[in-house]
């Protein structure tokens, strides 16, 4: 990622952030992606173009990382009990989206499980005109892909991200 996003280099951590994987796994029922965490160790919370905002865990405020997964999870549950959630359901339920990121308008970012474990859960973005789309790849390669412009920005803003994108961290 550092590759394409050059900027994200000012943002990162000179030591690794220890971040309590042991209390969010706990409280969230699963692992997650090896990739996310070696991204989440290195870096701060970090929104891309001023548009999408990474679920990123804070050392010793674990439980705020949580509740944001877990708020974004009742939504979707919402969507679904309306019957908007185009038979996707929520994580734990099988097969479920576990939300990793947001967009400032209102898309949501997930990882679909499987019974393949973490590092084989795929992207799926729900955008906010009811787009979803999935991308069959880790965390990492997605906003690489979607950086350098291999991934095509499915169910965004055409223009997103832009040419020289800039990176945010909280």
Not at 83 to 107: F, I, K, N, Q, T
Request: one cysteine or more; glycine letters at 10%.
């Amino acid at each position: 990622m550092e590759q394409e996003l050059p900027e994200l280099l000012r943002h990162r951590a000179t030591e690794t952030r220890a971040i309590n994987w042991g209390e969010i796994s706990a409280e969230l029922g699963t692992e997650l992606p090896a990739d996310f965490k070696a991204l989440s160790e290195a870096y701060p919370p970090l929104t891309i173009d001023e548009f999408l905002a990474i679920l990123i865990p804070t050392p010793g405020a674990e439980r705020f990382f949580i509740s944001g997964v877990r708020r974004l999870l009742d939504m979707l549950r919402h969507r679904r009990d309306r019957g908007a959630s185009r038979g996707y359901v929520p994580y734990p339920e099988e097969h479920g989206l576990l939300p990793w990121g947001s967009s400032s308008e209102g898309d949501i970012f997930y990882w679909k499980t499987s019974d393949g474990g973490p590092d084989s859960w795929t992207i799926l973005v729900s955008g906010r005109n009811d787009d979803w789309c999935e991308f069959q790849g880790s965390l990492t390669e997605y906003l690489a892909g979607l950086v350098s412009g291999a991934v095509p920005p499915d169910g965004l803003p055409p223009d997103f991200p832009g040419r020289t994108p800039t990176i945010e961290s909280d």
